[in-house]
């Protein structure tokens, strides 16, 4: 199912603000990319989602400019070679990805770094990746 038809579910709603936000203004993407919303995010709903999450989709949340680069890089592409727009896109997110939320994992996304496990609570993992290993994780977690 759409990611953007599921934000109720999560508990989130499209523009919504939050008083203790790890994160403001963020936009809200499956693993293609696509944008499936946009706000302030609490570590609680991060938590929410990857407890209600399928095990087959991401959550990535971004930064706010990554739409439009990613407008920008669809129309540079269009007008080359079309093949090549998933794998740059891919770059992108990978480029501009703060969080990585799937089943009952979190990963915030440090610059340089190895895999961390910080903690679990309830059944849910909260775990750091390094920039350079996420375009690699997202391609595997990919159908």
Do not use: H
Request: proline share 1%.
């Amino acid at each position: 199912m759409d990611l953007a038809n599921r934000l109720e579910e999560f508990g989130l709603k499209v523009g919504q603000k939050r008083k203790n936000a790890i994160i403001k203004e963020a936009v809200w993407c499956d693993a293609k990319g696509n944008k499936v919303g946009w706000g302030d995010l609490e570590g609680e709903d991060l938590f929410r989602v990857s407890q209600r999450i399928g095990r087959q989709e991401l959550f990535l949340v971004v930064k706010k400019e990554f739409c439009k680069t990613k407008d920008a890089l669809q129309k540079d592409v269009s007008q080359r070679d079309s093949s090549k727009a998933g794998e740059e896109i891919q770059l992108l997110l990978a480029e501009n990805c703060l969080f990585v939320v799937s089943d009952r994992m979190i990963f915030l996304i440090e610059e340089d770094g190895e895999f961390k496990t910080y903690f679990k609570v309830e059944d849910v993992w909260f775990s750091s990746m390094a920039r350079s290993r996420i375009r690699d994780f997202l391609e595997s977690l990919l159908p």
